[in-house]
């Protein structure tokens, strides 16, 4: 079976961090794109992040370049998001997808999905 698995959230101040973890079974995550999407309370889902199979392309939402960094570790096959400096904007239920574009960038278009985790970013 193939199954994507977020872990990594929870509830952080305002200004602090956390790192989300994707990991991959019945697959191998390294010959697919991976990207990250969120949905805000009262707000529709959006992209923050999207890697491609070379690890040099990567891109992000605007709302997220400089903050946040995506980056794989193959040998755990898994990708991680990397989100610092966290506002309360940020909050939400972020899912990572996998087999999917990053250019158009449409979470539609993408075949795995996991399950949601909550990032909270509250004082």
């Known amino acids: 079976q193939v199954h994507l698995v977020e872990s990594g959230g929870g509830l952080v101040q305002p200004g602090g961090s956390l790192r989300l973890s994707c990991a991959a079974s019945?697959?191998?995550?390294?010959?697919?794109?991976v990207g990250w999407f969120r949905q805000a309370p009262g707000k529709e889902r959006e992209g923050v992040s999207c890697?491609?199979?070379?690890?040099?392309?990567?891109f992000y939402a605007n709302s997220a370049k400089g903050r946040f960094i995506i980056s794989r570790d193959n040998a755990n096959n898994a990708v991680y998001l990397q989100m610092n400096r966290l506002r309360s904007e940020d909050t939400g239920v972020y899912f990572c997808?996998?087999?999917?574009?990053?250019?158009?960038?449409?979470?539609?278009?993408?075949?795995?999905w996991g399950q949601g985790i909550q990032v909270t970013v509250s004082s």
């Open positions: 019945g697959f191998t995550l390294d010959r697919n794109t």
């Open positions: 890697i491609g199979i070379a690890e040099n392309y990567t």
């Open positions: 997808a996998a087999r999917g574009p990053c250019t158009p960038w449409l979470g539609s278009l993408y075949d795995y």
